[in-house]
């Protein structure tokens, strides 16, 4: 007897226990898979003084995005973010950034605290399954420190106006590898204006001697050249370090395309459009300096070198200039001033090799020597494009860069009209070949009916209706006319949602089923007020997240979607929901 009340006990027990996790897992309030925004980065700050130590614990298969953590101080200023480097992350919709998966712990030293100063933090992170939590923000409350005896200043770091500058060094990066601006100096050395002046400048180095060394020879030219780049490495530095200064304006639409529009003018001058070039009063000083140093010697040559670092000739001052423009984005001294190294050392490797074997070595003059300018000129122009695809987007930015094949293919396959050698009838078919595939963007975007991709994807596109506000969702519930109602939460900084609206929703069964839904749309990207009023009216943590309502009006039990699915695995779901 007292066994079978205990095996009763048992089963009751675990009926509750069954029960209970149903009332969990299906209810509407919570979610099934994942955390609060809490519990997922719990959040903590100590200070000490000046010093003050930012702290995230990250629970295992949830990550914050290093972009996304901003800083804005009140009555404080910040001296220094000791910002960790993050782990590499790459998605479709967001490129290339940096992430935490683990505990995250940032020290920021602080300055000039005020009686009543604080720090706002702002993060956002998301889950590795694929759900995404709205951007969260702390006010963190700063205690007043005694002065240092220093003298106040009203100049406020940038990184104050809202941005790490850390992070926001690590997120820009040169759109090509230091190494290429070595490749890039050897090319500007053959353009019209410099090839012709490096048996001059070999002449010079070696002043009137002619029984030197090989080994004496090599070395006076190596020393010019370490003269040339020595300017090159540190007007490099001196822009990189500018550019810390200017970080958080870089960043903004209008001066990107401001540098933009620059690299465009810098590329037309590479076509022959106009010259630039330093005033030629200065140039005539610089060179008549130059010309009266002694020849021959280690320190004469390598003055020499440094002051022809700055007599920029026109063939070189619009690559040159584009390098300069955009490493000051990086704000990193060692990049840029390596990049100018490397650049400098390009364009003298041809002068040690002029000045060890004379002038055989040196190709002809000719038309080419156009071409290599030219060539140039098509180089500067991808970084405008790099630029613009940050402000305009991923489609504008396909469509320029395809607008850059296609030009480089035409201006490639012209010069190749103009060669008589054998071959070049090939050389002519591979540069059409290579156009015509380059050129599909275009193709799509000016005749879209070309396009059966392209059309079929604007005949998918979803009727949503947008709803903003509480009273606008609860109008619309009352008017689904028997229909149940489909509600997306989207934002444009939830990976998944992009993934819901351009795989999910677009798949044929899915497509067909939501023709029975009445679909609602609310945006919360902005995460203002009213949006997170929204959230918490419908008790959501994070997106995506789907609700489906039935002809009442009423959340259907169990019908929550929260975080990703294929549109197999969504027209399955729907499935269930139907009367």
Known sequence: MVARIARLIVLALTLFSL???????????????????????????SQNGNQLLLKWNIKPGYYLYQQKITLTASQAGITHIAMPAGQPHED?????????????RVPVSLHDIGPAASLTVSYQGCAA??????????????????????????????????????????ATHLPFSPLWALLIGIGVAFTPCVLPMYPLISAIILGDR???????????????????????????????????????????????????????LLALSMFGAFTLQLPSALQTRLTLWSNRQKSGSLAGVFLMG???????????????????????????????????????????????????????????SGPWMQAVKEGFGFVILALPVFLIERVAGDLWGLRLWSLLAVAFCGWAFSLSLKSHKKGMRVLQIVWLGVAIIAARPLQDWVFPSASPGAL????????????????????RLQQSQGKITMVDLYADWCVACKEFAKYTFTAPEV???????????????????QDNALLSHLKVLGLPTLLFFDAEGQEIPGSRVTGYMNGREFAAHLQKLQP
């Open 306 to 364: 440094a002051v022809a670092g700055l007599i920029c000739s026109p063939c070189t001052t619009a690559p040159l200039s584009a390098i300069l423009l955009y490493i000051a984005q990086s704000g990193n001294l060692l990049a840029g001033g390596g990049t100018l190294y490397l650049y400098a050392l390009g364009m003298g490797l041809p002068l040690i090799l002029v000045t060890l074997f004379g002038n055989r070595l040196l190709p002809k």
């Open 92 to 104: 479709e919709f967001f490129g290339k950034s940096q992430i935490y998966t683990q505990d995250l």
């Open 210 to 264: 002619r029984t030197i060394r090989s080994s004496r020879i090599f070395l006076l030219a190596f020393i010019y050249v370490q003269g040339m780049a020595l300017t090159y490495t540190l007007m490099g530095m001196v822009v990189a370090a500018a550019g810390l200064r200017f970080q958080a304006a870089l960043q903004s639409p209008a001066v990107l395309l401001t540098l933009a529009g620059v690299f465009i």
């Open 456 to 475: 079929s994807a604007d005949s998918r596109e979803l009727p949503f209706d947008d709803v903003s506000t509480i009273a606008r969702l609860d109008q």
């Open 129 to 170: 399954a694929g759900f995404c939590y709205p951007p969260e923000t702390r006010n963190v409350p700063l205690s007043q420190t005694s002065p240092s005896g220093a003298v106040a200043t009203t100049v406020t770091p940038a990184v104050t106006a809202g941005t790490l500058s850390e992070p926001a060094r690590q």
């Open 511 to 529: 497509a067909q089923r939501l023709t029975q839904y009445q679909l609602l749309r609310a945006n919360v990207t902005a995460n203002s007020a």
């Open 19 to 45: 029960q209970t996790q149903a009332s969990l897992f299906s209810g509407p309030a919570t979610s099934p898979h994942f955390v609060t925004v809490d519990q997922a980065f719990g959040f903590d700050f």
